[in-house]
Each structure stands twice: as structure tokens, then as C-alpha cells.
């Protein structure tokens, strides 16, 4: 992602590339998130409608309660809410609904086993969401340190497993953890 000014890029979930990256925020009195009567999402910015949006962190991993973007449905930045706190509580809903669909993660729990093969590894964890079995290749770019000990993997599919301290887990788990990244 370009920029100048803001917080870095994570480099692990693809951002979208912002047009101006100095331009300003949106104005949160002006900006209203809802959905029509079809539950297909909608966005009112100042006094222009937008029938086909979608909404992405900028900063997935950094700042993810910050700088939310609004996309048109060709993927056009249509600008960035800096802080979601500032709009209506209906716009606040509707972003914290639409952010937990595109950014699920479910978190590890437990490592049973690691194996690699091939520049593959497999996982079998327990997670919040019950045992899991995944497929990760090339660590290097789909593991990433967040701080405090936490890890987030992303799988072939693409979904995101995060470990949220990798000292909470038990010796075993961790060390099956640490000997693959």
C-alpha cells in the first residue's frame, strides 16, 4: 500500500491501494452505513448514495479499529473513515457486522501436531471453533508476528488462524510452533 503518512503496511492481507494517500478523512457527520430493505449494504457520503460498497481495514493487523475504507463496488476507494467511533451508532454496527465477515480469524487453542512436506505444513489445532485441520505454504508470507506474542496464519484457502500470545500456549504446542516459523 502507498503512503505517506499513517501507520506502515502489515505486508500479510492485501490492502487496498488508497488513490490519495494525503487526501483527508471523511467527515463522519456526513458519512451514514446502512442496509436496504434486501440487506445489501449502502453508503450515503454527504449527499451522494452508493448502492455497490464494501468496506476493508486499511491496517489490518496494525490498526484494526481505526481507518476503515469505503470502496465502491469496482473497488474504488470512495474515501477513508478515520476513526468509526465518530459516526452515527447505526454506521457503527453495520462496520463492526460487514468487518467480522471479511476478517474472520479463528484463534488456536492448542497445537496437536505439525508436519511439513514439500514446503507445506499441516496443522491440527484446537481452536475456539472446535479441532482444525489446515495447510499453510511458504510461512515466510503467511505468518506474521503481530507483538505481544501474537501470531496470525493464514492456510491455503485463505482463511486466518491467530494465536493470541504464543506463551499462553502449553510447552508442547509451542514448541511444534516455533520449530516451523
Not at 471523511?26 to 446502512?34: E, I, S, W, Y
Not at 501474537?150 to 500470545?165: F, K, T
Amino acid at each position: 500500500m502507498m503512503h505517506r503518512n499513517g501507520p506502515p503496511t502489515d505486508g500479510v492481507t492485501q490492502a487496498p491501494i488508497f488513490q490519495d494517500p494525503d487526501s483527508p478523512p471523511l467527515d463522519p457527520a456526513k458519512v451514514r452505513l446502512f442496509y436496504d430493505h434486501k440487506g445489501f449494504l449502502r453508503a450515503t457520503l454527504d449527499d451522494r448514495t452508493y448502492l455497490d460498497v464494501t468496506l476493508v481495514r486499511a491496517f489490518p493487523l496494525s490498526y484494526s479499529d481505526r481507518y476503515i475504507g469505503i470502496l465502491s463496488g469496482r473497488l474504488d476507494e470512495l474515501g477513508v473513515i478515520e476513526d468509526p467511533t465518530q459516526l452515527d451508532m447505526e454506521s457503527q454496527r453495520v462496520i463492526e457486522l460487514e468487518l467480522s465477515r471479511r476478517y474472520f480469524s479463528t484463534f488456536i487453542t492448542k497445537v496437536h501436531s505439525i508436519s511439513e512436506e514439500f514446503g507445506a505444513s499441516y496443522w491440527s489445532v484446537a481452536t475456539n471453533r472446535g479441532t482444525r485441520n489446515f495447510v499453510a505454504k511458504g510461512l515466510r508470507d503467511n505468518v506474521a508476528f503481530l507483538g505481544d506474542g501474537r501470531v496470525l496464519i493464514v492456510d491455503v484457502d485463505g482463511n486466518r488462524y491467530e494465536i493470541s500470545n504464543l506463551n499462553d500456549l502449553d510447552d508442547e504446542s509451542r514448541s511444534m510452533v516455533l520449530r516451523v516459523i
